[in-house]
C-alpha cells in the first residue's frame, strides 16, 4: 500500500527536495517495497507559479494557497484541476488535518508552520519537521502534544536528523552531550567592523548548503544554529547545558552525540537535504538514493574550532531564551523572522539583527508554560515591537 | 544479579583493561543497576607472577594456566588459593566451557585463542571478542557455530565496536560499506628503503595505542588492519569489496559505516580500549566511565589518507586471503604469527614479514568449508612453513 504524504510548504527549498526525493523512491517502487508516496495535497503562500508544476506532475488530491490573492491566481492559471482548492490558513489546517494523511512534511518558512503543524499532529499525524521556527516558538506546546498522541516527529533538519541516526537503538538517558556543527556561514572570517557593512546579497551566499533566504541569513547571523539548540533540547530532551555547538566548514560531520560511556557517535555524508529528507519519510529503514558517496580521502581533513560568540550574538541569545524558557523563544524567533525582513529589505544592518531581537525581549515579559493562544499573542506582539524597532532605526549606534 | 564473567587471557593488555573496567562497573554497581561481574576464571599462558596479584584482588572461582610449567609455579607463588587450578589447554577449555560463565572474554593472543573461543561458543556462551586472530583463521566455522548456537559474538576491537554502535538499530542489508580507519602505525612516513632497517624497537613504538607487542607489530605491517578486514567480513556479513582501510592517523573516528542511503554513522572518542571493552560487557546498554571526553575543537582536524599497498603489502595478503576464502586466513595468520615472532628474535627483516607469509601462501593448497580439525592442521602445517623460511632465511633477497 503506498503511503499518502501532505507537503506543507512544497513550492519551498525543503517542499521542492521532498517531491525529487518521492521521484527517488517511485523509481525503487517498482521493486518489493512499500516506500512509494501518494501526494495528498500540495500547499504554498504565494508561489503558484512553481505550485501549477507540481500539481500538473505529481496529481495531488488538493492543493492549499495561504494568499487569498494567489489562490485566485492559480485557479486561473490551473483551470483543469478538478481536486478541491483551498484558500487562507484554514485551508491549510484543512490540509494538515486530512485523515487520508499517513505523514505530514511540515516545511513552511518561520512561525507560519506553527499552527498548521499543531493541527497535524492533534489529528494523530506523523510529522517530517523541517519548519525548526515551530520549535523555537512552541517547542514545549507542540511535543507536549505530539507525546499526549503518541505522534512520532521526525526530523529534517540535517543536524537533527543526524542526532536521531545516531540515537536508533540507544537510549536518551545514555546521552550525555549533544554537539551540533556548524558550517559557519558565509561570515566564518569577516571581522565584526566588516560585518557591519555586508549586503544581503552576500549573506545569501552559503558555502555549503542550497536553502531559502531566511534560513540562509540566519545561517549567516548564526541564528539557524541557535534555533537548532532549541530544537534539539525538544526533540531529544537534553537540558541546554548538555547542548555544544562546534564550527565544522565542511559541513560533512552533521552532528554527534556524546555517550554517559565515552563513545560519540556521528553522522556524516555530503551536504545534501535528500538523505535527511528521505531518511524521515523511510524511518526506520533506510532505502537507496542516488546521492554522491562521501569519500573521506577525497576530503582529506575535517577541521573544528569554538564558535565565536561575539562576532555571533545571535547563537548565545538562543541559548539564553532556551534557559529562560516560557515565550522567550517565541520571542527571539519572531523579532528575528522581522529582522531578517528588514535586513533582507535593506532597512537595518547585518550587525542590527541582534540587536533587534534583544531589544524586542527586553521588552516583553516571559510567560512560562504557555498555552497556544498565548503564543500566537506573543509572537504577533514581538512582530510589533521588532517592526517599530526596525522601521525606526532605534537599534542603529 | 551479578553476571559472572571467565577472562580467558587476563595477563594480556586486554585482560588487564577488562579488570579494570570491572573495577569501574564495581563502583557504580553500588547504584540501582546490575552491572557488576562476579569473575569466575582467570586464564593466562605464562605471565604468573601478573596472575597472583589479579588472582588476590579478584578472587576469582579458579584459575587456568595453559604453559604446564607455569602452572606448577602458579600453584607455589600462590599456595593459599582455595579454588580449582587447571593446566594446559584442556585447562582454559574447561575454564572457558564452564556452565556459570555469563560472558567469556576472549582475550588471548593469536591462534591459541581459537579453540577456547570454539568451546565457549559450543557451551552456548556470550563471547566478547578482542582475539581477532580465531576469527582470521576460522571466521566461516566460528560465525557458523555462534549461528547455530545463538550466541552474540560482541566485538571488543575498537574498529569493530565502533561499526557494531553504529549498527544499533540498523538492518545489516542497509550497510553499502564499511570503512575501517587505521592510524598507519609508527612507519606511515618511512620509506621503503628505511623500512628494510627497522627494529623491532622502532616497530614496537605505536603513536596512538597501547597494546601488546604481537598486535603493535602487526599494526606496524598493517597485517592488522588487514585481519580487521576479515574480521569485518565476519562479524557484519559484507563481501570483502565492500570494506575500505583508510588511513587516519589521529585514531579519533573508530570506523564508519555507509548505508545505502548515502548516510554514513561513525563512532569516535579518545583512543581507550576501556570504551570498547565496557560497551562488549554492558551491551546494549551503556554505563558511565571516567574515560576523558573528546573535543573536536581541542583536536583541530581530523586527517584522512589512502593506505600505501607498496610500502605494506601485509593489507593486501588480507584482502587476497579473505577473497580466496577456505584455509587462507588461517595460513596468513599462521605464517604471520611465526614471521612476527622471527622479526622481534631479530631473525627477519621488517620487509620479509610479508614475504614469509606470501611464501607460505604458495607452498600450500587451499582447503574451502574448513572443518576444526582441518583448521588446527593447516595452522600447524603452515608453522612449519614459515619456520622453515625465516630460520633458512629463505625470504632474504
Redesign the interface.
Given at each position: 500500500m503506498p503511503r499518502t504524504i501532505t507537503i506543507l510548504g512544497s513550492t519551498g527549498s525543503i517542499g521542492t527536495q521532498t517531491l525529487e526525493v518521492l521521484d527517488t523512491l517511485s523509481a525503487q517502487g517498482a521493486g518489493d517495497h512499500a516506500d512509494t508516496f501518494v501526494v495528498r495535497w500540495l500547499t504554498c503562500n504565494t508561489r503558484v507559479a512553481d505550485l501549477v508544476p507540481q500539481v500538473r506532475k505529481y496529481k495531488p488530491y488538493g492543493v492549499a494557497i495561504r494568499d487569498e490573492a494567489a489562490c485566485a491566481q492559480f485557479k486561473s492559471l490551473c483551470p483543469d484541476f478538478t481536486g478541491p482548492v483551498l484558500c487562507g490558513e484554514e485551508g491549510l489546517c484543512e490540509a494538515a488535518a486530512d485523515p487520508a494523511n499517513t505523514i505530514v512534511m511540515s516545511a513552511m518558512v518561520g512561525f507560519s508552520g506553527v499552527v498548521p503543524t499543531v493541527v497535524a499532529i492533534r489529528a494523530g499525524h506523523p510529522i517530517a519537521l523541517a519548519n525548526k521556527e515551530s520549535l523555537v516558538s512552541a517547542g514545549e506546546y507542540i511535543t507536549g502534544i505530539a507525546r499526549e498522541q503518541g505522534v512520532p516527529i521526525l526530523a529534517v533538519d540535517s543536524e537533527h536528523s543526524a542526532i536521531a541516526?545516531?540515537l536508533?537503538?540507544?537510549?536518551l538517558k545514555?546521552i550525555?552531550?549533544i554537539?551540533l556543527t556548524a558550517s559557519g556561514g558565509p561570515f566564518l572570517n569577516t571581522s565584526t567592523e566588516q560585518l557591519d557593512d555586508v549586503s544581503p546579497e552576500q549573506a545569501l551566499k552559503h558555502p555549503n548548503w542550497m536553502m531559502g533566504a531566511k534560513i540562509t541569513i540566519d545561517s549567516a547571523t548564526l541564528m539557524n544554529k541557535g534555533f537548532e539548540v532549541i530544537e534539539a533540547r525538544w526533540l531529544f530532551g537534553v537540558h541546554a547545558s548538555q547542548i555544544d555547538v562546534?564550527v565544522?566548514p565542511q559541513s560533512i560531520?552533521h552532528s554527534?552525540v556524546?555517550?554517559?560511556?565515552?563513545?560519540?557517535?556521528?553522522?556524516?555524508?555530503?551536504p545534501?537535504m535528500?538523505?535527511p529528507i528521505?531518511?524521515a519519510l523511510?524511518y526506520?529503514?533506510?532505502?537507496?538514493?542516488p546521492?554522491?558517496?562521501?569519500s573521506?580521502?577525497k576530503?582529506?581533513?575535517?577541521?573544528?574550532?569554538?564558535p565565536d560568540h561575539q562576532r555571533f550574538p545571535c547563537l548565545k541569545l538562543a541559548f539564553d531564551a532556551l534557559e529562560a524558557g516560557g515565550t522567550a523563544g517565541c520571542i527571539v524567533n519572531a523579532a528575528n523572522e522581522v529582522a531578517v525582513h528588514a535586513f533582507l529589505n535593506k532597512h537595518i544592518r547585518f550587525t542590527e539583527i541582534p540587536r533587534v531581537i534583544e531589544r524586542t525581549l527586553e521588552s516583553m515579559k516571559n510567560q512560562q508554560n504557555p498555552s497556544l493562544p498565548t503564543i500566537l499573542e506573543t509572537d504577533a506582539e514581538a512582530r510589533i515591537i521588532a517592526t517599530h524597532l526596525t522601521t525606526s532605526r532605534l537599534v542603529s549606534q
Open positions: 541516526q545516531c536508533v537503538g540507544e537510549e545514555s550525555s552531550r554537539v562546534v565544522h560531520i554527534l556524546e555517550f554517559v560511556d565515552g563513545s560519540v557517535k556521528a553522522q556524516l555524508g555530503i545534501t535528500h538523505i528521505q531518511y523511510t526506520p529503514r533506510r532505502l537507496a538514493s546521492v554522491q558517496p562521501m573521506l580521502t576530503l582529506g581533513s575535517l577541521t573544528f574550532f569554538e
